[in-house]
């Protein structure tokens, strides 16, 4: 058994990357078989990146520490400089990774504002660029599913199936952001096997609900992750016997995607107790497992933060007055329970 980490708050609502892998997980990864990944010889790396590709109705896989990394490769293959991106004003490619876009691919962003993060059809149509010596061109739409400023909001299939269709009339790439994509699957009941008709390339996380140390995979055609793999390399990213990592993503996959039904409950549950607060302003609605609300005015969010704390539950804050929950492998009833009585000691 690994050794406690005195460290750990009690209960970790920041995020659903804080779970640590269980034993059943460990054991799967010691006895994984292994080789060196950039010679192409770790069985279990190819194991998972077929596996996943297969899953989504895509040709091949490629097996990255982070998803920020998938995004940001893929993006990279989809583009050149003077390339412009379609994707929402908050999406985590252009939000949260470092300004990646500018600094890898050259390319511009074309920054639309989305209900709750989705976009709709009509809105990335509009913002084609027509052809002209002026403009960027118009080369890749990114959405993002679950989105995770939007509060883990889902897209209906009808809506990604327009955008999809839109994009390909006009000869744009269509990338998905899908490090929560298992929340949305189990949430919608949408099959996984369709997604590879509607994006030409999706990342999809192992280390945020699905439990697993480290890893994304990025999802494509032979050939674009062929391409993929080279941008891979020289981003420092081709590494030796990864298979002990893949292997832990290969345990989530055939482990942990049910059991995020009990992630989506458990976040509806907090949900409704926070709506019982007096202090308590607004809460978007939990579509899974990410519930984001809004303090009153009257009561400091940093306050806030602090009381929970002193209980040992720790939340983040989500710009002035809003804070974020997150349910995760690592949070069981007791603990909701337990945020319950901290919550109504609050008020
Ligand atoms: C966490 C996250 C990523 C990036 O994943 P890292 O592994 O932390 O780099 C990308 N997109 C979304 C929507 C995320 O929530």
Request: glycine share 8%; charged share 20%.
């Amino acid at each position: 058994m690994p050794a406690e980490n005195p460290k750990l708050p009690l209960v970790d609502l920041r995020s659903d990357t804080v779970t640590r892998p269980t034993p059943a997980m460990l054991t799967a990864m010691w006895a994984a078989p292994v080789g060196d990944d950039v010679y192409e010889e770790d069985p279990t790396v190819r194991r998972l990146e077929e596996a996943a590709a297969a899953r989504f109705g895509l040709e091949a896989g490629l097996f990255c520490p982070s998803g920020t990394m998938t995004n940001q490769i893929a993006i990279k293959a989809h583009t050149e400089p003077l390339s412009e991106v379609i994707c929402e004003q908050t999406a985590h490619v252009y939000l949260w990774e470092v300004g990646g876009i500018a600094f890898h691919s050259g390319a511009s962003v074309a920054l639309l504002a989305g209900d709750r993060g989705r976009l709709t059809a009509a809105q990335v149509e509009a913002a084609i660029r027509p052809e002209n010596v002026h403009y960027p061109t118009t080369r890749l739409v990114c959405l993002e599913n679950t989105h995770n400023r939007g509060g883990g909001s889902c897209y209906s299939w009808d809506d990604m199936a327009a955008i999809s269709e839109v994009a390909k009339r006009h000869g744009l790439a269509r990338h998905l952001d899908g490090a929560r994509i298992f929340n949305a699957l189990v949430a919608t009941g949408q099959r996984s096997e369709d997604y590879g008709q509607t994006f030409d390339s999706i990342s999809v996380c192992l280390s945020k609900g699905l439990g697993a140390p480290v890893g994304s995979v990025l999802l494509g055609s032979k050939a674009f992750i062929q391409k993929c793999k080279r941008i891979r390399k020289v981003m420092g990213g081709g590494w030796r016997q990864a298979g002990y990592l893949a292997a832990a993503g290969l345990y989530a996959l055939e482990n942990n995607v049910d059991r995020l039904a009990d992630d989506h409950r458990r976040a509806a549950r907090l949900a409704a107790t926070l709506r019982l607060q007096p202090y308590v302003a607004e809460v978007l609605n939990p579509e899974t497992n990410l519930v984001i609300f809004r303090l009153h005015d009257t009561q400091p969010a940093a306050g806030f933060l602090a009381a929970l704390e002193a209980q040992g539950i720790m939340a983040s804050s989500f710009g002035p007055q809003w804070i974020r929950f997150v349910t995760h492998l690592d949070v069981d009833d007791a603990m909701v329970a337990r945020i319950e009585a901290a919550l109504a000691e609050i008020s």
